[in-house]
């Protein structure tokens, strides 16, 4: 089948791609690779009918992640933190945060001051258990990418987590950021590199969308991605 014809994008004027819906995952989508703006399909309108009939006074004011004060330059941004040393493929810092909420917070403040033997100890199996589905697929990533980190830093991600994909989001950060594989990662750690806030939705789905391949596959499902870097 041929890709629907679409305009550049409203912010960068870079190209976008055409996402096909995924049923019980997310909807028909464009998105551009550049800034992470996108839209969806509606009720009444396919996602490549949106984009490309929008006018140009609508386009003034879409809420995509490059529009508004908090964002001038997206793509200093995103060079200024750096992308990951082993592909192409970017991580969960490579993206725009937003603060924590007050819940978020007050997990944050309560791992912050628990014992050392949460803090100290490296994420097990039997505790992946007491955090329910979630945690035991993350930690079964975790185990098979030999990702280190401490039970204190699991038991924040899995909080932020909504789905297995995000999940395998986070090791795939985890494993970019632990340079030396014997190190074990901790929440301090976690401060330091993402001192702003946590990702926000809209930086999930683009991160998600972006290690895809052309065909639709998820690269992080290939062994092959996943190569540490030679430091």
């Known amino acids: 089948m041929t890709a629907p014809k679409l305009v ?55 809420q995509g992640p490059c529009a508004g004060p908090h964002f001038p330059n997206l793509y200093v941004q995103l060079n200024s933190q750096g992308t990951n040393m082993t592909t192409k493929i970017k991580t969960l810092k490579d993206y725009p945060v937003v603060p924590m909420n007050t819940e978020q917070s007050k997990i944050m403040i309560g791992l912050l001051s628990a014992s050392s033997e949460v803090k100290e100890t490296q994420f097990s199996a039997e505790y992946a258990k007491e955090l329910g589905f979630l945690g035991q697929v993350f930690y079964g990533r975790l185990a098979a990418h030999q990702v280190r980190i401490s039970t204190d830093l699991a038991v924040f991600l899995v909080y932020l987590m909504r789905t297995p994909g995000e999940s395998t989001l986070w090791v795939w950060t985890l494993f970019n950021l632990q340079k030396d594989p014997g190190h074990l990662l901790t929440l301090s750690d976690w401060i330091v590199h993402f001192p702003y806030g946590v990702p926000s939705r809209v930086a999930y789905e683009a991160a998600w969308d972006q290690q895809k391949s052309d065909h639709g596959d998820n690269l992080l499902d290939d062994p092959a991605t996943w190569v540490r870097p030679i430091v």
């Open 8 to 62: 550049e994008c409203p912010f960068c004027g870079n190209a976008p791609r055409h996402l096909k819906a995924k049923a019980g995952f997310y909807p028909e989508r464009v998105i551009c690779d550049h800034c992470h703006f996108h839209l969806e399909e509606t009720a009444t309108q396919t996602a490549v009918e949106r984009w490309n009939t929008r006018s140009p006074e609508e386009s003034k004011h879409l």
